[in-house]
Each structure stands twice: as C-alpha cells, then as structure tokens.
C-alpha cells in the first residue's frame, strides 16, 4: 500500500497459544464430552450441534483454561485502552461448542444492552479439536457501507473488505470485542469441531457466583 495511506480505524483481534495445547486439549476434551453426558445443551447460535450452558469456568475441570485466559487478559485490557480497569476484566461467562457435520453458528455477537452494571466489552474462544475443513471464524463489520453498495473492487484489502475470515488452530485463543458480528462456517469435515467459548465483561459492581 501507498506509503502516504493512513488507516483511521481499526478493530483488534488477539490470537495467543497455550504452551502446551496436547495436555490441554486432552483434559477439555474429557470434560467436554462429560459435560454433555450431564446437559441437553442450549439452542443459541448454534445451527445443529450441541452448546453447552454457560457457566463452566466455575468448574474445576475448566479452571486450567479461565488461568490461559486470565494470563493473557490484562494484557488485552491495556491494548485496548482500558488502563488501569483492566483489571476488572473478568471472565463471566464460558459455554463449550460441539459442531458435528454439516453443523454451524449463524452470525451474531455479544454486545450488552444499554446501561447493563457490568457490560460485556470482550468475547473469546479456545480451540480444542479443530479437523481440517471443519469450519473457519468468521468476523463481520455491518457498519461498513462496502458491505451494501457493492463497488467492483479488483482485490480485498483492509479498506475495502468487511469479511475477515480467521483459520482456527488447536491450542490458540482469540480474543475480540464483544460487539463484533462473527459466526462459524459449516463443518465439512466427518468429524466433530470442538471449541470453548466465553465473555469477559468490565466488573463495576460485586457479582455473585452462580451455579
């Protein structure tokens, strides 16, 4: 791109990886499959498949995941611009993701109502078990007027594309901004796509643990 271009704005997409995803991804995968013994799972954005509740990071079974995500949380909170309050980002809420064949989760986020006390400002999802063609993260930008007037670019760019597609790879964690519109592509693959989702919301007032 030209040197004399400048972009105005910009919406961040955080990826980390766990040091060692195969004992990791092992452990979850357990608790996973336990967890939907125990749970006839939810119906959310998910198109087929099964979603679980969304209360696992208060089980034990998934605290070695909410420790990866608190590692790496301040960090996020500070690069985003929340100063000295990021350390009141905290994980509220966490939901396990089972996409057999053919299954997907149709476009959506996770932005707060107005006014909500402790409003949800970051979204993520860890990847446990990822086969190839089995589904890549979709983030979508419904503010962008590219995505209604159609113009006949000749090549995507990051000024004219409101379609970021994100490969998922096992063992990472991404980190977003609750509002973003995102959604994940079929499995075409004849195995399941596991994944963990889960909201992080800025804490203003005290919340109680709920089971």
């Known amino acids: 791109m030209s040197q004399n271009l400048s972009m105005l704005f910009s919406v961040p997409l955080w990826t980390f990886k766990a040091e060692s995803p195969l004992v990791l991804n092992k452990q979850l ?71 057999d064949k053919a299954c997907s989760n149709a476009m959506h986020s996770h932005q707060s109502p107005v006014g909500m006390p402790n409003p949800l400002v970051i979204s993520g999802c860890y990847y446990v078990k990822v086969p190839k063609n089995s589904g890549q993260f979709v983030l979508e930008d419904f503010s962008r007027p590219m995505r209604y007037l159609q113009l006949p670019f000749q090549e995507q760019n990051l000024m004219n594309s409101y379609t970021i597609k994100v490969p998922p790879k096992e063992g990472s964690v991404l980190f977003f901004p609750a509002w973003m519109e995102h959604s994940v592509e079929a499995n075409h693959s004849n195995e399941e796509r596991v994944s963990i989702a889960f909201n992080v919301a800025l804490i203003n007032q005290p919340m109680q643990k709920k089971l």
Do not use: C, P
Request: no cysteine; charged share 25%; glycine share 10%.
């Open 29 to 99: 995968l357990q608790a996973v499959k336990e967890e939907k013994k125990m749970d006839s799972g939810v119906s959310i954005s998910n198109r087929g498949g099964w979603q679980s509740h969304g209360k696992l990071h208060f089980k034990e079974e998934f605290k070695n995941l909410v420790d990866l995500i608190n590692e790496h949380l301040l960090q996020v909170g500070k690069d985003y611009g929340f100063g000295a309050m990021s350390s009141k980002l905290k994980v509220t809420s966490m939901w396990a993701n089972i996409n």
